[in-house]
């Protein structure tokens, strides 16, 4: 647990983003104000009560920037303490300065566990350790009374830490949840633009046939054409919607061939893959360089879900003249050729390569696995 803290700590700059100030805040300030109020006023045993009213008065404050600025209200709120702790270590117990009310201090470690990034911590912390110290310094009654307010002092730092620990937890479990659901409706877009599209391609071959002959058949499979176009996009829109951010920017560049490098994973999970880029890769049309990373993806991702036994799998990427060579293998099973059923994915690869004037071939290796073997012009050819 304590170490799962510390990473936490360690890997965000600062916990989830909290609002400035919420109302419960303000009524926390009113509250506090009115008991320091009072209690200076009723308590007769107060060393320069108006001293004490004013310090408890004014440290109440700080409180409603914890959330956002925990080491400064930190620095402001213990420096004081400090302040106080070193008059009264210096002058004896008797002079010690100070209102039951402010007891509201331990709520200051406790926001800059729960808010404050790990640089803040780092600082902070020392800072609230000396203040303790001190204190029990100029009114020490006993090593068991010391360590008891010493753990009443730091409690609602370890409290905020779990807490925001479990915070950290539950926010990537949540983010967990959403991209599964989003690589499920990435599927079903795949599956839904696949099967319309197809409608479209048979209706299309079997309108040019009968055209010829029978023109109103033509007609008619263009009408069919349109409408399953129409509920493709729609569908589409749907779908894309659900899976954009709202925080995602609309003009995200594409990926590219550099960012194939992005698909090695040499872990200790089977199988690893391994990406290496030679030749001349520069000068490459966009087209061109967002295609061969969408079939590396598409081909590793097939290879991940479908290539048995594998222990590794190869990209590489070439340059070479006017064109370059993608390659994806395995190290599978080897694949007959009789049980090979080509899907949509493979499908897509060879139509996207196509379109840029290239070519691709998928199919068993020739002793074990499976290969993708891509060749794409340089340039998008004009036409």
């Given at each position: 647990m304590i170490s799962s803290v510390v990473r936490s700590l360690r890997d965000e700059p600062r916990a989830a983003a909290p609002p400035t100030r919420v109302w419960w805040d303000w009524a926390l300030v009113a509250f506090l104000l009115l008991t320091a109020a009072l209690e200076g006023i009723f308590r007769t045993d107060v060393p320069w009560r108006p001293v004490a009213i004013v310090l408890a008065v004014a440290l109440v404050f700080p409180l409603l920037w914890r959330r956002t600025h925990p080491l400064a209200v930190v620095a402001v709120v213990f420096g004081a303490v400090i302040v106080l702790n070193l008059v009264t270590l210096i002058n004896g117990p008797d002079t010690s300065v100070g209102l039951n009310t402010m007891i509201y201090v331990v709520l200051v470690p406790y926001a800059l566990l729960r808010w404050g990034s790990g640089r803040e911590v780092m600082i902070g912390l020392p800072i609230i350790v000396v203040a303790g110290l001190l204190g029990i310094a100029s009114d020490f009654n006993g090593f068991g009374e010391a360590a008891a307010g010493f753990v009443f002092l730091m409690f609602p730092a370890v409290l905020g830490a779990l807490v925001r620990f479990w915070t950290t937890a539950r926010t990537r479990e949540i983010d967990q949840v959403r991209l599964r659901e989003r690589e499920q409706l990435a599927r079903e877009l795949h599956d839904t633009v696949a099967h319309h599209v197809s409608a479209m391609v048979v209706r299309a071959q079997a309108g040019r046939v009968m055209a010829p002959s029978d023109p109103e058949a033509a007609i008619d499979a263009l009408r069919v054409i349109e409408e399953e176009g129409s509920r493709t996009l729609a569908e589409m829109r749907t779908m894309v919607g659900a899976l954009r951010d709202r925080?995602?920017?609309?003009?995200?560049?594409?990926?590219?061939?550099?960012?194939?490098?992005?698909?090695?994973?040499?872990?200790?999970?089977?199988?690893?893959?391994?990406?290496?880029?030679?030749?001349?890769?520069?000068?490459?049309?966009?087209?061109?360089?967002?295609?061969?990373?969408?079939?590396?993806?598409?081909?590793?991702?097939?290879?991940?879900?479908?290539?048995?036994?594998?222990?590794?799998?190869?990209?590489?990427?070439?340059?070479?003249?006017?064109?370059?060579?993608?390659?994806?293998?395995?190290?599978?099973?080897?694949?007959?050729?009789?049980?090979?059923?080509?899907?949509?994915?493979?499908?897509?690869?060879?139509?996207?390569?196509?379109?840029?004037?290239?070519?691709?071939?998928?199919?068993?290796?020739?002793?074990?696995?499976?290969?993708?073997?891509?060749?794409?012009?340089?340039?998008?050819?004009?036409?």
């Open positions: 925080d995602d920017a609309d003009l995200t560049p594409q990926n590219g061939v550099s960012d194939i490098k992005r698909l090695a994973r040499n872990v200790d999970d089977q199988p690893r893959v391994q990406v290496g880029l030679t030749g001349d890769l520069d000068g490459l049309g966009p087209a061109v360089g967002a295609a061969a990373y969408r079939i590396a993806q598409e081909s590793v991702t097939n290879a991940l879900r479908h290539a048995r036994n594998a222990t590794w799998i190869d990209v590489h990427v070439a340059g070479d003249g006017d064109a370059i060579r993608l390659t994806v293998r395995d190290d599978g099973d080897q694949v007959h050729p009789s049980s090979v059923n080509a899907g949509y994915g493979v499908v897509g690869m060879t139509e996207r390569a196509a379109l840029l004037g290239g070519t691709l071939e998928a199919g068993p290796g020739p002793d074990h696995g499976w290969v993708v073997d891509a060749l794409l012009p340089r340039a998008r050819p004009t036409r």
